[in-house]
C-alpha cells in the first residue's frame, strides 16, 4: 500500500494534513551519527544501576515525582510545584501550545529553528507563525515582537536556536518581554542550555521570577544523555501546569526515567557530567574553528551542533544543503541537512572532528574551492 493512501476510517482534515515529525536519520552502517544533537557519552555514572534496580515495571510510577520534582526545583529557587514533568520537553511544547491555542489562534516561533515548531498545534487548530531568522542566524526578536497580534497565544524562544546555534541575550529577551501582552505565553526553550558558554545569554532562572507569563523548559535528552529515557521538564507558574496537565497524556513518564533523572543529579554524577559538557563545548569549538578555516560563515555555535549555512557561491556556505547531507551519509556520517536553509551536524566522538572537516574540505574543492 502507498504511503499517501487515506486511512480506512473518518480523520480530521486539519489533522491529515500535518506532517509526521521526521526524526533525524538513523544509522544503516557503522560511522558517526551526528544528526539528532545526541550527547556521544554513556550515561552518567550510577545511572545504569538506578535504572537495572528501578524493578516495580508491574506498577504505573506515583506520576507526582515530589523528590526530582524538589531537586530541580532547589535549582531554581522556586517550589517544587512550579516543577512540571514529562516525557521529553517537547512533550511540554505539546501541551502548552495545545491548551492555549485553538482555531484561529497563533503560535509564534523563529524559523528556521526546532523542527517539530510549526506542527506543534495544528491538530488543535493553531496557526503557525515562522517568523525569518537574521541574516545572522539568530531570532529577529523586533520582527518577532511586532508579529504579535492579538490572536497570538503561544511564543517560542528557542536558545540556543537548534539548528543554526546562537544564543539569546539576556538583555534582548528582557526587552522582548516587555513588548509582550502580560495574558502571553512566552516559552524559553532551553533544551540545550548546559553547554552555553557565552556570559551574555539569557538563562531562564535569572528572569522567571520578573516574568509570570514566561515558562523555561530543559531536558535531560542533552546534556545528561538520557534522549532514549525521555524526561524533560518545566519551570514556571503551576496555574500554567496544571493547564498543561490537562491536555498531558496521562502517566507517561516512567519510574525507569525518574530513577535515571534522579541518579543524573548526584554530587558524583554531576562531577562527571561537568567534565563532559566541557569536552563537548571544547570539541564544539574546534569544530567550528576548523570550518571556518574552510571559509564557512558558521554562526556562533553555544549548544552541542553547528550549522553551515545554505548559501549562494561565495556567499560563506554551500550552495546545496541536501547535497552535503548526501555526501556525508554516502561515506558513512549522518548529518542533518535542511534544504535551502543549511546543514546541521552534531558533535558527537571526538575522532569525528577530523573527519568532518576533511569532508567538508573536500566537498567544497570539488565545487571549485571558495565557500
Ligand atoms: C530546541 C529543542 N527543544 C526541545 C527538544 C526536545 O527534546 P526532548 O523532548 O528530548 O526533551 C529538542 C530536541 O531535539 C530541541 O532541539
Redesign the pocket.
Known amino acids: 500500500m502507498s504511503d499517501n493512501a487515506p486511512p480506512p476510517v473518518r480523520f480530521r482534515p486539519e489533522v491529515l494534513a500535518v506532517p509526521a515529525y521526521r526524526q533525524g536519520a538513523t544509522p544503516t552502517q557503522p560511522g558517526f551519527k551526528l544528526s539528532?544533537?545526541e550527547n556521544p557519552f554513556a550515561p552518567l555514572p550510577g545511572v545504569a544501576a538506578a535504572i537495572a534496580a528501578r524493578g516495580d515495571v508491574n506498577r504505573y510510577a506515583a506520576a507526582a515525582m515530589p523528590e526530582l520534582r524538589a531537586e530541580i526545583a532547589a535549582e531554581f529557587g522556586v517550589a517544587a510545584d512550579h516543577v512540571h514533568l514529562a516525557a521529553?520537553?517537547?512533550?511540554i511544547?505539546y501541551q502548552l501550545v495545545h491548551a492555549a491555542a485553538g482555531p484561529g489562534d497563533e503560535y509564534l516561533y523563529a524559523w528556521p529553528?526546532?523542527e517539530?515548531y510549526p506542527a506543534l498545534g495544528l491538530a488543535s487548530g493553531a496557526t503557525p507563525v515562522g517568523v525569518p531568522l537574521t541574516a545572522t542566524a539568530e531570532h529577529d526578536l523586533d520582527a518577532m515582537a511586532a508579529a504579535i497580534t492579538e490572536r497570538t497565544r503561544v511564543i517560542l524562544l528557542?536558545t540556543p536556536n537548534?539548528p543554526t546555534g546562537p544564543a539569546l541575550a539576556r538583555a534582548d529577551v528582557e526587552r522582548f518581554l516587555a513588548r509582550v501582552p502580560a495574558d502571553t505565553l512566552v516559552v524559553l526553550?532551553e533544551?540545550?542550555r548546559e553547554f552555553v558558554t557565552d556570559p551574555a545569554a539569557v538563562r531562564g532562572e535569572d528572569i522567571l521570577a520578573s516574568s509570570p507569563n514566561l515558562v523555561v523548559?530543559r531536558?535531560?535528552?542533552?546534556a545528561y544523555g538520557l534522549?532514549g529515557l525521555?524526561i524533560?521538564y518545566g519551570v514556571g507558574d503551576p496555574a500554567i501546569f496544571r493547564a498543561a496537565a490537562s491536555v498531558a497524556i496521562p502517566l507517561s513518564v516512567t519510574g525507569i526515567a525518574e530513577s535515571a533523572a534522579r541518579a543524573s543529579l548526584t554530587p558524583e554524577a554531576r562531577a562527571v557530567h561537568a567534565e563532559r559538557v566541557a569536552a563537548i563545548v571544547d570539541r564544539r569549538d574546534r569544530l567550528g574553528a576548523g570550518l571556518r578555516e574552510l571559509g564557512l560563515d558558521v554562526p556562533d555555535a553555544q549548544g552541542n551542533f553547528v550549522w553551515i549555512p545554505e548559501t549562494a557561491a561565495g556567499g560563506g556556505g554551500v550552495p546545496d544543503a541536501l547535497a552535503l547531507g548526501a555526501s556525508f551519509a554516502a561515506a558513512g556520517t549522518l548529518v542533518r541537512p535542511f534544504a535551502g536553509a543549511g546543514v546541521r551536524i552534531s558533535v558527537g566522538e571526538d575522532e569525528s572532528l577530523a573527519v568532518i572537516i576533511e569532508h567538508v574540505r573536500e566537498f567544497l574543492a570539488q565545487l571549485g574551492g571558495a565557500a
Open positions: 539528532s544533537n521529553g520537553s517537547v512533550a511544547l529553528s526546532f517539530a528557542c537548534n526553550d533544551a540545550y523548559l531536558t535531560f535528552s542533552k534522549a525521555r524533560g
